[in-house]
């Protein structure tokens, strides 16, 4: 149990595109998805929290209008890089809280997004 | 602040142990996890503590001491597959919340 996909996996794509990534929870409802950002040989560094129905809350020093997250049902969330320059290009991965847990349940997650702007 | 403070890598042969360590300096501290990750995977749950002591899962055993804001995370009988980085992340009061620390990296040789 406690599967978590993430869509697409790896994503190459022109400066100033933009690039929407998919966050789902398969077999749990997740009122609660994280999103975090690694760069190579780097712990990960988390982006926003995306809570179900409300606006996500962004970690100081992560633009909100470059990284659009929606959470529009229990079990997807998607980032959207906007307009991407080569300096976002890293490994996106997002976890997801189960609903039915507790504080001792931990997050689940995602195989992560491997976002490459050339 | 807030720092989570990890050695950076060891090298160990298969069948040892290695212990990694990880203190934190946090107001609102709830619980300390750990994550393994493979090169260019996802992180995957390993172990969690909330109150001082041991938890063991297998091989793998984490332990916690509030009063030190210290943790570790033990790897016995190491084997191959075992190579990865190893993370740990606080849990906040307040909110779900992990703050990872930097990492460490273990290469298993034979």
Not at chain 2, 14 to 26: F, L, R
Not at chain 2, 67 to 95: I, P, R, T, W
């Amino acid at each position: 149990g406690a599967v978590v996909s993430q869509h697409p996996s790896r994503v190459i794509c022109k400066s100033g595109t933009s690039v929407k990534i998919e966050c789902r929870s398969l077999d749990f409802q997740a009122t609660t998805m994280f999103w975090y950002r690694q760069f190579p040989k780097q712990s990960l560094m988390l982006m926003a929290t995306s809570n179900e129905g409300s606006k996500a809350t962004y970690e100081q020093g992560v633009e909100k209008d470059k990284f659009l997250i929606n959470h529009a049902s229990l079990t997807l969330s998607t980032l959207t890089v906007t307009s991407a320059h080569p300096e976002d290009s890293s490994f996106y991965i997002c976890s997801a809280r189960d609903r039915s847990g507790g504080w001792g349940e931990t997050q689940y997650f995602g195989p992560g997004t491997r976002l490459l702007v050339l | 602040g807030q720092s989570l403070e990890q050695p950076s890598e060891v090298t160990a042969v298969e069948g040892a142990i290695v212990q990694i360590n990880c203190t934190y300096q946090t107001s609102g501290f709830y619980g300390l996890s750990w994550y393994q990750q493979h090169d260019g995977g996802a992180p995957t749950f390993l172990s969690y503590n909330a109150l001082d002591g041991l938890e063991e899962t297998g091989r793998f055993s984490s332990f916690l001491s509030r009063s030190d804001s210290y943790g570790h995370l033990l790897l016995q009988e190491l084997q191959m597959k075992d190579s990865a980085s190893y993370f740990c992340a606080v849990k906040y009061y307040g909110n779900n919340r992990l703050a990872f620390g930097k990492g460490n990296q273990v290469v298993v040789i034979p």
